[in-house]
């Protein structure tokens, strides 16, 4: 092949603002996340476009918390239903801590624009003006700090380029819309016991608890359930009255229960579980406890609409039976325990005693570590050396909740604060 000079290709600036090294806290701008139809390639896109109002932002949190075992807990050895890390989260499925950052506006067009943080995994849900899902996004996407990104529609079918130029858009028109959080907030996720349960018990307890006449037809009572930590009426809530098991997994049903969360592990697995869920379903656009919570036609029953919007979100993230809280709440594992002798949870070597000595780091939870992936992590060699310390030098956990519910973190090293609304306690 001949040899000849050629133009040297242009060198493509990098586009990510790096933030530098976590100890010198600079500021992480946020990215920028569009799409030009969001509706492009969706199936039922024209009855999407008829109901559609908002876009939902959700973010699940890299899991740093770990019971170094298959169990549900210390009090609840067993992992039934099946878990593929303790402690479970959710009977629907194997899930981390997810928190609702908060919705925004959807173009006349479909089109969307909108400032995203950086470094966290976000997923989306189309919203009709209830806020409840239409469709539900089934992986997830980040950004990287400053970048601009953008995606072609909630598609079935990803390899194609938007349909029409970025410069018409409504949602482009102006600046990038700024998330709108609910009203509890970004930093709160949804628990069963904290959250739900309390919002039953003032709508629907008259009937359904105590003497009431529904109690027989539908037990609102919280008690213990037959799913070791997962409590009724969670489970039939989540699974259906006389729910069971196939194995370790919870066994598929023809009816499911009135929350109508998706079950994402159910036995036995049929090709179709693989399949994307159609739009206007399920969740809680389909979901026969919403629709008995929030219409008035079930005995006039009509739930608070803050309680509703809650009980809306929970249903669509997918029933989360234990938040962020309940596991800075359980404490770390002890080594000394009976549980972790020999233990089976992989990699196993049955010539170490303890969990403790095949693992590359100790199991936390209380003072699981944060992970704050904007910045370099270089800094930190070891789990240990990221772990808050008090005065002593003894490590405390790096997220404390006070008695109203508000999330305090204790970043390490300590974080200059650029907000006076925010303080920590005194190391």
Same mark, same amino acid.
Request: hydrophobic share 35%; net charge neutral; charged share 20%.
């Given at each position: 092949?001949?040899?000849?000079?050629?133009?040297?290709?242009?060198?493509?600036?990098?586009?990510?603002?790096?933030?530098?090294?976590?100890? %010198?806290?600079?500021?992480?701008?946020?990215?920028?996340?569009?799409?030009?139809?969001?509706?492009? /390639?969706?199936?039922? &896109?024209?009855?999407?476009?008829?109901?559609?109002?908002?876009?939902?932002?959700? /973010?699940?949190? /890299?899991? @740093?918390?770990?019971?170094?075992?298959?169990? $549900?807990?210390?009090?609840?050895?067993?992992?039934? *239903?099946?878990?593929?890390?303790?402690?479970?989260?959710?009977? @629907?499925? /194997?899930?981390?801590?997810?928190?609702?950052?908060?919705?925004?506006?959807?173009?006349?067009?479909?089109?969307?624009?909108?400032?995203?943080?950086?470094? @966290?995994?976000?997923?989306? $849900?189309?919203?009709?003006?209830?806020?409840?899902?239409?469709?539900?996004?089934?992986? =997830?996407?980040?950004? !990287?700090? #400053?970048?601009?990104?953008?995606?072609?529609?909630?598609?079935?079918?990803?390899?194609?380029?938007?349909?029409?130029?970025?410069?018409?858009?409504? %949602?482009?028109?102006?600046?990038?819309?700024?998330?709108?959080?609910?009203?509890?907030?970004?930093?709160?996720?949804? &628990?069963?016991?904290?959250?739900? $349960?309390?919002?039953?018990?003032?709508?629907?307890?008259?009937?359904?608890?105590?003497?009431?006449?529904?109690?027989? +037809?539908?037990?609102?009572?919280?008690?213990?359930? #037959? =799913?070791?930590? =997962?409590?009724? *009426?969670?489970?039939?809530?989540?699974?259906?009255?006389?729910?069971?098991?196939?194995?370790?997994?919870? %066994?598929?049903? @023809?009816?499911?229960?009135?929350?109508?969360?998706?079950?994402? $592990?159910?036995?036995?697995?049929?090709?179709?579980?693989?399949?994307?869920?159609?739009?206007?379903?399920?969740?809680?656009?389909?979901?026969?406890?919403?629709?008995? %919570?929030?219409?008035?036609?079930?005995?006039?029953?009509? !739930?608070?609409?803050?309680?509703?919007?809650?009980?809306?979100?929970?249903?669509?993230?997918?029933?989360?039976?234990?938040?962020?809280?309940?596991?800075?709440?359980?404490?770390?594992?002890?080594?000394?325990?009976?549980?972790?002798? +020999?233990?089976?949870?992989?990699?196993?070597?049955?010539?170490?005693?303890?969990?403790?000595?095949?693992?590359?780091?100790?199991?936390? !939870?209380?003072?699981?570590?944060?992970?704050?992936?904007?910045?370099?992590?270089?800094? =930190?060699?070891?789990?240990?050396?990221?772990?808050?310390?008090?005065?002593?030098?003894?490590?405390?956990?790096?997220?404390?909740?006070?008695?109203?519910?508000?999330?305090?973190?204790?970043?390490?090293?300590?974080?200059?604060?650029?907000?006076?609304?925010?303080?920590?306690?005194?190391?």
């Amino acid at each position: 092949m001949p040899v000849r000079p050629r133009a040297v290709p242009p060198v493509l600036p990098d586009r990510v603002a790096w933030p530098g090294p976590q100890h %010198a806290w600079q500021p992480v701008p946020p990215g920028v996340l569009y799409s030009a139809d969001i509706f492009q /390639n969706v199936p039922l &896109a024209e009855e999407l476009r008829q109901k559609a109002r908002y876009l939902r932002i959700l /973010n699940l949190d /890299n899991t @740093t918390f770990t019971l170094g075992k298959k169990i $549900q807990d210390a009090d609840n050895p067993s992992c039934q *239903p099946h878990m593929h890390a303790g402690p479970p989260m959710s009977l @629907t499925v /194997n899930d981390g801590i997810k928190r609702v950052l908060g919705t925004v506006p959807i173009g006349s067009d479909g089109s969307v624009s909108f400032e995203a943080p950086p470094n @966290t995994a976000l997923h989306f $849900q189309i919203l009709d003006d209830q806020h409840r899902a239409l469709h539900t996004m089934r992986s =997830f996407t980040n950004l !990287m700090p #400053g970048e601009v990104r953008g995606c072609v529609g909630c598609h079935e079918q990803h390899s194609r380029t938007p349909a029409v130029a970025l410069g018409t858009l409504a %949602a482009y028109a102006g600046s990038p819309a700024q998330i709108t959080p609910y009203p509890w907030g970004p930093e709160r996720s949804l &628990a069963y016991e904290r959250d739900i $349960q309390p919002l039953l018990d003032r709508s629907c307890g008259a009937c359904h608890q105590g003497e009431g006449e529904g109690r027989e +037809k539908l037990d609102l009572t919280l008690r213990p359930g #037959g =799913f070791g930590v =997962f409590s009724e *009426p969670y489970v039939t809530l989540t699974l259906g009255q006389g729910a069971g098991l196939h194995g370790s997994f919870p %066994a598929r049903r @023809t009816e499911r229960g009135i929350a109508g969360a998706i079950i994402a $592990q159910q036995a036995p697995w049929r090709p179709e579980d693989y399949t994307t869920v159609p739009p206007l379903s399920t969740l809680s656009y389909r979901s026969q406890l919403v629709e008995i %919570a929030g219409s008035g036609k079930h005995h006039d029953v009509k !739930m608070d609409p803050q309680d509703l919007l809650k009980l809306i979100v929970w249903v669509d993230t997918l029933a989360p039976y234990r938040g962020e809280r309940e596991v800075r709440e359980m404490a770390d594992p002890d080594p000394a325990h009976p549980l972790f002798q +020999k233990s089976d949870y992989p990699p196993s070597d049955i010539t170490v005693e303890c969990v403790y000595g095949q693992s590359p780091y100790r199991p936390r !939870m209380r003072t699981a570590p944060l992970v704050n992936r904007s910045y370099r992590q270089d800094e =930190f060699p070891t789990m240990e050396s990221r772990l808050p310390r008090d005065a002593q030098g003894n490590i405390v956990p790096p997220v404390e909740f006070l008695p109203d519910g508000r999330r305090i973190e204790r970043p390490w090293p300590p974080q200059v604060l650029r907000s006076a609304a925010i303080s920590l306690p005194s190391q």
